[in-house]
């Protein structure tokens, strides 16, 4: 899962949700650098980054991904199924994803001090485009997979995928919305464990 699916899966409370970005950012262990909280929600996105590499629906969608992509599956699938929960969005959140976009951007700006650049420049760019609440759009579903191809150690045309995910997008849906499922069970029953901000119910 990629930054849209860990912001929801965080849950509403403003420290998680900071957290739940920055386990994209932050590596290493844990030495109470930050808030507790913020922490807490690191752990979180490890957790849920583990349990989604496990899943059997996560597994069957990898299955789909042919080569010469199937090297970058990980990386196809995350930016995909963010783009797959954009496009359904109103199944998983009463919210507007406009709204929350905007809720998550002004929580992170309330947290500036705890992000990494990388993290600041990532959520300066989010503002700037819209992006979080525009993952369903195909041009920027495009422009994603580009910039992180261009960022790995050889850069790698990740656009260039697309033509070979479209064509089972029904079957990548299918097993999306099983794993979110599964995901929005774990994250519910980690939030019981590891604090007391309840974690509200979703899902179609």
Known sequence: MNYLAH???????????????????????LHGERPARIEAGIQL???????TDQDPAYLQARSL???????YAGILLDIWFDH???????????????????????????????????????????????????YGEAQI???????????????VPLDEALPQLEPVRAELERHFEALMQRLLQEAAQQQLIRGPAPYPPHGP
């Open 45 to 51: 996105h490890r957790h849920l980054d583990a349990f």
């Open 65 to 71: 991904v042919r080569p010469p992509w199937r090297r």
């Open 141 to 155: 579903l495009a422009q994603t997979l580009n910039r992180v191809g261009q960022r790995l150690s050889r850069p």
């Open 84 to 134: 797959q929960l954009s496009r359904s969005w109103a199944d998983w959140s009463t919210q507007p994803l406009p709204q929350f976009s905007e809720d998550c951007l002004l929580v992170l700006r309330d947290h500036w001090q705890w992000l990494p650049p990388r993290c600041q420049l990532f959520c300066e760019r989010a503002e700037q485009i819209g992006l979080l609440h525009r």
């Open 7 to 29: 912001l929801l899966l965080s849950g509403p409370e403003p420290a998680l949700r900071v957290g739940g970005l920055l386990g994209d950012f932050v590596k290493g262990p």
